[in-house]
């Protein structure tokens, strides 16, 4: 027995190691795994493996996707100077935009390796808090040699990957390892930009002889779900999104069709699969893909474009600081070019610099965190300091920027041993709040960006942006996130949600109150000044007045409205949230209709919390919009009104009736495959909610805690 979960074939070794310092050279090859956990919903995992030796990362694995007996086939070479360090061997279940899942992990013991002679081991994966669970097992061959000894002095030592000694390397080379580990799994190379058309003919899944069809989607790591559109054999989606091409995913793009059921388990329709590299760049395809087990067929759009720079650097390699490679960028976006590639609105470039006083998430009061940044789907990370409650990351991130009005999301987490990341802070910063090239400290925020955390993080932002190409993408449909969590039934957001209708409803009420009390008389030179004007304004009414005084209305909010100064204690005071405790998972039960009643009153519970929600968000980003909580926006908005104004001043309103419904009439004879939206909705969505606005303010940071101020205290 090698180590924990170890076997090795039987005989007697030859030639133990009889000493455990030194330096050793070892060599492992990754073979395969045999029965591994299951971890995701589809049956399957999507394993990779991590080696550990005296607690640093040494090596990780390739992903072998929907696969519980992996076959990975790699080497690694390691230099290694004590034998009583066992090499810890850990397994995960890949989730992109997500933890990853713990599959299993064991103990290599490099003391009872006999030496100089290459032994199969296989490795019994184990959970330390479910010790009898079957985790399935590893294949591995291990060859341990010690350094300038006859074998290793006939050996290429050019084929070594790693070679270092884990303790006498400084925290610039560990860091430097750690982000090389990272840069090529993160990296893409291409977009991969489909349009869901619609279905075509499906099979029925339901006695009604209809089906609730959905479509997922699969790139490798990345993955998509299409809306539900309920009973059809011809579903009409119309959805548009991306995917990022890695080199290493084969282009293969899986698709399946599902049956939506409520409250068992969803039927599988049919599915299908495109090949990437058969597609000729830069250009659009119109494909019509028949599914392979059932009938029916599925329409697409699918465009394959090259990907924009997106990089991670040390600070000595900041893209902007480069005088030539930053007038470059400043060309790209100039107003010159405002109508080459729309899609490419803009660059940022993210300084991730240290953070201090973070949460101690392990046992020796320490934690190892590390650091992701987030931009739509977009998502980049560090590397790991490790026992250090003020890590210093000194990274460099470049993302580009579809659309302008993003959140950028930076999270902080613990790396764990055993199980998923802890999490210790997060922020949320709208692009267009961002200071250029200033180093802010951000105080951290807890998961639902509703109130602090410990610790501060210090970046520094630097957004270009074209703002002709973010103006005219603030009037399509935004990007939607793929990875999201499921909504929950919440007791304190249903009330919340009504609270913000009620609010807004007040407001209306109070417009109402306040005219009609010039009806009544109450103040008799606000009803006299009210009668003449609107005396003036109905004999004298045009249609350009009507954005003209909307355009007025900003104008004198921008100039003497105070709501744009909200401060922290109103809005604190507006939205107090009380944590939520995670819901239990739900025990089985033995009466299938008292389930099937639950599953109902949870999904009209789910749908009435959302709609509070979306009226209460209607109403709070119509007023931010003339409270110039976004400046840009109010900016565009005054720009749109007074090309109205103009218009409907020039042109006889039955000109341009006639003009809007034949453009409706003609839309769908022009272009079939149309994506129908509404630009004024799209544009309000763009405006931050009064939650919003809550969860993306500065808080202060307090003196008081920063760890120098604190070390200066005891030490007086």
């Known amino acids: 027995m090698l180590g924990m979960g170890a076997s090795c074939p039987s005989g007697t070794p030859t030639e133990a190691a009889n000493t455990t310092s030194g330096m050793y050279k070892l060599e492992i090859e990754l073979k395969r795994g045999h029965n591994l956990a299951i971890r995701d919903r589809g049956g399957t995992s999507d394993p990779y493996v991590k080696f550990k030796l005296a607690g640093k990362e040494v090596f990780r694995s390739k992903i072998i996707h929907k696969n519980l007996n992996p076959v990975w086939e790699e080497k690694t070479t390691l230099v290694v100077d004590s034998l009583s360090e066992p090499l810890y061997v850990k397994v995960f279940d890949y989730d992109f935009g997500l933890q990853d899942d713990f599959m299993g992990s064991a103990f290599l013991y490099l003391e009872s390796l006999e030496q100089q002679r290459t032994?199969?081991?296989?490795?019994?994966?184990?959970?330390?808090?479910?010790?009898?669970?079957?985790?399935?097992?590893?294949?591995?061959?291990?060859?341990?040699?010690?350094?300038?000894?006859?074998?290793?002095?006939?050996?290429?030592?050019?084929?070594?990957?790693?070679?270092?000694?884990?303790?006498?390397?400084?925290?610039?080379?560990?860091?430097?390892?750690?982000?090389?580990?990272?840069?090529?799994?993160?990296?893409?190379?291409?977009?991969?930009?489909?349009?869901?058309?619609?279905?075509?003919?499906?099979?029925?899944?339901?006695?009604?002889?209809?089906?609730?069809?959905?479509?997922?989607?699969?790139?490798?790591?990345?993955?998509?779900?299409?809306?539900?559109?309920?009973?059809?054999?011809?579903?009409?989606?119309?959805?548009?999104?991306?995917?990022?091409?890695?080199?290493?995913?084969?282009?293969i793009l899986e698709i399946t069709v599902w049956d939506k059921d409520t409250g068992r388990r969803d039927d599988f329709i049919g599915r299908c699969q495109l090949d990437l590299s058969t597609l000729t760049k830069e250009k659009t395809h119109h494909l019509e893909l028949p599914l392979e087990e059932s009938r029916?067929?599925?329409?697409?759009?699918?465009?394959?474009?090259?990907?924009?720079?997106?990089?991670?650097?040390?600070?000595?390699?900041?893209?902007?600081?480069?005088?030539?490679?930053?007038?470059?960028?400043?060309?790209?976006?100039?107003?010159?070019?405002?109508?080459?590639?729309?899609?490419?609105?803009?660059?940022?470039?993210?300084?991730?610099?240290?953070?201090?006083?973070?949460?101690?998430?392990?046992?020796?009061?320490?934690?190892?965190?590390?650091?992701?940044?987030?931009?739509?789907?977009?998502?980049?990370?560090?590397?790991?300091?490790?026992?250090?409650?003020?890590?210093?990351?000194?990274?460099?991130?470049?993302?580009?920027?579809?659309?302008?009005?993003?959140?950028?999301?930076?999270?902080?987490?613990?790396?764990?041993?055993?199980?998923?990341?802890?999490?210790?802070?997060?922020?949320?910063?709208?692009?267009?709040?961002?200071?250029?090239?200033?180093?802010?400290?951000?105080?951290?925020?807890?998961?639902?960006?509703?109130?602090?955390?410990?610790?501060?993080?210090?970046?520094?932002?630097?957004?270009?942006?074209?703002?002709?190409?973010?103006?005219?993408?603030?009037?399509?449909?935004?990007?939607?996130?793929?990875?999201?969590?499921?909504?929950?039934?919440?007791?304190?957001?249903?009330?919340?949600?009504?609270?913000?209708?009620?609010?807004?409803?007040?407001?209306?009420?109070?417009?109402?109150?306040?005219?009609?009390?010039?009806?009544?008389?109450?103040?008799?030179?606000?009803?006299?000044?009210?009668?003449?004007?609107?005396?003036?304004?109905?004999?004298?009414?045009?249609?350009?007045?009507?954005?003209?005084?909307?355009?007025?209305?900003?104008?004198w909010n921008y100039f003497f409205s105070s709501s744009r100064d909200m401060t922290e204690t109103s809005m604190e005071a507006m939205f107090e949230w009380e944590d939520e405790e995670d819901d239990k998972d739900e025990k089985d039960s033995e009466h299938k209709g008292f389930m099937d009643k639950l599953y109902a009153i949870q999904d009209v519970f789910i749908s009435v919390q959302n709609a509070l929600d979306e009226v209460a968000s209607f109403g709070e980003r119509l007023k931010n919009t003339f409270n110039w909580t976004v400046p840009f926006l109010s900016w565009l908005a005054i720009t749109a009104l007074c090309v109205a104004t103009l218009l409907l001043y020039l042109i006889p309103l039955r000109y341009l009736v006639l003009a809007w419904g034949v453009n409706k009439f003609t839309k769908k004879l022009r272009d079939p495959y149309m994506i129908d939206n509404n630009e004024l909705l799209d544009f309000l969505s763009r405006v931050p909610s009064d939650v919003q606005m809550m969860q993306y303010c500065d808080l202060r940071v307090d003196p008081g805690q920063s760890p120098h101020k604190r070390r200066r205290t005891n030490l007086s």
């Open 119 to 251: 032994i199969p081991v296989t490795l019994v994966l184990k959970d330390p808090h479910l010790p009898n669970e079957d985790l399935g097992s590893l294949e591995l061959a291990v060859t341990l040699t010690p350094k300038n000894s006859p074998m290793e002095e006939q050996r290429d030592t050019a084929t070594m990957l790693l070679r270092r000694s884990w303790k006498r390397s400084t925290k610039q080379q560990q860091s430097m390892r750690l982000t090389e580990v990272h840069r090529k799994s993160q990296l893409w190379r291409g977009i991969v930009s489909i349009t869901l058309i619609e279905g075509r003919n499906l099979t029925p899944m339901d006695p009604n002889g209809l089906s609730d069809p959905y479509a997922k989607f699969r790139l490798g790591p990345q993955k998509y779900k299409s809306k539900t559109v309920p009973k059809t054999l011809s579903p009409q989606w119309r959805e548009q999104f991306d995917l990022h091409m890695y080199e290493e995913t084969g282009g």
């Open 296 to 555: 029916g067929i599925l329409m697409l759009l699918v465009t394959l474009t090259a990907s924009a720079a997106v990089s991670i650097a040390d600070l000595s390699l900041t893209p902007l600081e480069d005088p030539e490679e930053r007038r470059e960028i400043l060309k790209r976006y100039g107003l010159k070019r405002s109508f080459v590639n729309l899609k490419d609105v803009g660059i940022v470039q993210v300084k991730v610099l240290r953070a201090e006083g973070l949460m101690a998430a392990d046992v020796t009061g320490k934690s190892d965190p590390f650091c992701v940044l987030e931009l739509n789907n977009d998502r980049l990370q560090t590397h790991t300091i490790y026992k250090n409650l003020s890590p210093e990351w000194n990274k460099v991130f470049t993302f580009n920027v579809k659309d302008v009005h993003s959140m950028l999301e930076v999270s902080v987490f613990d790396e764990d041993r055993d199980r998923s990341a802890d999490f210790l802070g997060k922020v949320a910063i709208p692009l267009l709040n961002v200071h250029n090239g200033v180093q802010r400290a951000y105080v951290l925020k807890n998961k639902e960006l509703t109130g602090p955390t410990k610790g501060v993080i210090y970046l520094e932002i630097e957004v270009i942006y074209n703002t002709i190409k973010a103006a005219l993408k603030t009037v399509v449909p935004a990007e939607q996130k793929y990875i999201e969590e499921e909504p929950k039934v919440s007791k304190q957001l249903l009330q919340q949600n009504f609270n913000r209708v009620k609010r807004c409803i007040m407001v209306l009420f109070s417009y109402g109150s306040y005219i009609n009390s010039c009806f009544e008389w109450e103040s008799s030179q606000r009803s006299v000044v009210a009668f003449i004007l609107f005396v003036v304004v109905v004999w004298n009414f045009e249609l350009y007045m009507l954005p003209l005084g909307l355009v007025l209305l900003l104008v």
